[in-house]
């Protein structure tokens, strides 16, 4: 087993190491870091989780620690996906920096400019961006880009998600042909793997885990659900959602909780707070601030349910989140294994539920597809045990208890092309098979135990929903640049895909 010690960094930055508790290197640390110290690119596939910020930090920090940065001419550069992201790696460059001096520098939508010229014209050893942004600065003439001799780029596979990639190319024409490459993703798709032959030199390859398998350390389990009328599915849901949480009593001691929209993202969290539960959502169109605050208190234990979109909650790190829900199937499969990675970090336990309805079972089916193993199905604790006792069916038993438990996949009948869907718009692109939760009819009269339809009563529809792309660009991403970026945006259908499409034929025909 590999030490710390065994990979030369430099003294102040293994006092840090050593001050974090960290005691021995992660595969992807003791893959990375030696190659990285000896100046050579390195290619990372690994999923969050596995400790590899710290595998491009630590190197960094150690090789960084000698020679100083002009003015406006950064000597290194982070490039992550989302702001979330950003910030978090910036915290990690202050934790195994403590002992060394380094000036570094925050890139971010959602702050102004003039804070960040100041910062810039100081000079930084280090500077962390989101691609937009850090291109904005640099068309301003703010920022030049031939000093980086260090460049990396974390989470590849969110950026090309994110429609990212003709950026990343651009600052890879801008900064200097000679710099070392750190490239870190947790798959690799074939325009990764275009974009890693094009731009690193020979480099030293680590790979930790088999392309998008989910921690084993994370328990997981899917319920089938079909509400008892479609109209009542949105609400039932969340009543489901209410009790897979309340079965896991204490042990849920915090939660991270993935809808597919946005609009479901606040309706959720609304909800949870109606009932009682400690939540709050973060999605790209809630102010930055808000998005902060509400991190910072799930970090700090202050708010137990954190309800997000896949974007907000892209690579965050929180040590210790017991659980996962997924509230919808995602509609990306590689989604998934994002999101669950949530919990299980660091080597610790962690649960993952996900709640399917009828149309999101080829999402289940693409998603078990990835994993190359079923994912085991679990009871409804929301069905009541009617048939046993005899007692008069409430409300709740209109909530279709699912199949019973079983580890055996289910082969939903398959009857539209998967290249058709491979086109459409992914994530909170998706269109709400699920009807829009505009108020129902409830009439005045409704039992006072009918809490979904109670529910439904209080929570106001949400605007319309943006695509995840749009979610980033509303959360500071610069418009397109010599018309390149999102020219391939729109396909298929572009943002707008007609509910009957996402039907089968049969279920079209049945309605
Ligand atoms: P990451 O994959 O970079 O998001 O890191 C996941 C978590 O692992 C973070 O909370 C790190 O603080 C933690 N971590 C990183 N390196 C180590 C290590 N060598 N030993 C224990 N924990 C670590």
Do not use: W
Not at 27 to 54: M, W
Not at 305 to 312: H, P
Not at 338 to 345: D, K, Q, S, V, Y
């Amino acid at each position: 087993m590999t030490k710390f010690s065994d990979l030369k960094l430099g003294p102040k930055v293994q006092k840090a190491i050593d001050e974090a508790g960290y005691t021995e290197p992660t595969p992807i640390q003791a893959g990375a870091i030696p190659a990285a110290l000896e100046g050579r690119d390195v290619l990372g596939i690994a999923q969050t989780g596995t400790g590899k910020t710290a595998s491009f930090t630590l190197p960094m920090i150690t090789q960084l620690a000698r020679g100083r940065a002009k003015a406006r001419m950064p000597r290194s550069l982070v490039l992550c996906p989302t702001r979330e992201l950003a910030a978090q790696v910036a915290e990690n460059f202050d934790t195994y920096s403590k002992h060394v001096k380094l000036t570094k520098a925050l890139l971010i939508g959602g702050v102004s400019f003039k804070e960040q010229d100041v910062l810039i014209d100081r000079g930084v050893d280090v500077l962390i961006a989101t691609p937009g942004r850090l291109l904005d600065h640099h068309e301003r003439g703010k920022l030049l880009l031939n000093d980086v001799k260090i460049m990396v780029v974390d989470e590849a596979d969110r950026m090309l998600d994110m429609g990212f990639i003709p950026d990343i190319e651009r600052i890879f024409s801008l900064v200097p042909f000679t710099r070392q490459t750190l490239f870190f993703s947790a798959t690799m798709a074939p325009e990764i793997e275009r974009i890693t032959n094009t731009f690193l030199s020979n480099p030293e390859r680590v790979e930790v885990a088999r392309q998008a398998t989910a921690s084993e350390t994370i328990e997981q389990g899917v319920v089938l659900f079909k509400g008892s009328r479609k109209d009542r599915q949105a609400s039932e849901k969340r009543k489901l959602l209410r009790a897979l949480i309340d079965a896991e009593g204490d042990a849920c001691s915090n939660a991270i909780i993935f809808c597919n929209r946005k609009m479901d993202v606040d309706t959720v969290a609304k909800s949870l707070s109606k009932y009682g539960y400690d939540a709050a959502p973060i999605h790209g169109d809630l102010e930055q601030s808000q998005r902060t605050r509400t991190l910072d208190g799930f970090r700090a234990g202050d708010l137990r349910f954190l309800v997000a979109s896949d974007v907000a909650a892209r690579g965050l790190d929180v040590p210790a989140v017991s659980h996962v829900f997924n509230f919808d199937v995602p509609s990306h499969a590689e989604d998934y294994v994002h999101r669950i990675g949530r919990t299980g970090r660091a080597g610790r336990d962690g649960k993952a539920i996900m709640i399917c309805v009828p149309s999101d079972e080829r999402n289940l089916e693409d998603v078990e597809r990835l994993l190359q193993k079923p994912i085991p199905r679990l009871a409804n604790p929301a069905a009541p045990a009617a048939a046993d006792t005899g007692a008069p069916a409430e409300q709740t038993s209109e909530v279709a208890a699912p199949e019973a438990a079983t580890a055996e996949t289910p082969k939903p009948k398959r009857t539209r092309t998967r290249r058709k869907r491979e086109e459409a718009p992914q994530a909170e692109a998706a269109p709400a098979a699920a009807p829009v939760e505009a108020p129902v009819d409830v009439p005045v009269a409704a039992p006072a135990d009918d809490v979904a339809a109670a529910e439904l009563a209080d929570i106001a529809p949400a605007p319309v929903d943006k695509p995840e792309a749009a979610e980033q660009a509303a959360s500071g991403r610069a418009p397109s640049r010599n018309g390149r970026r999102g020219d391939n945006r729109v396909v298929g259908m572009g943002d707008h895909m007609p509910t009957f499409i996402e039907k089968s034929f049969e279920e079209r025909m049945v309605r």
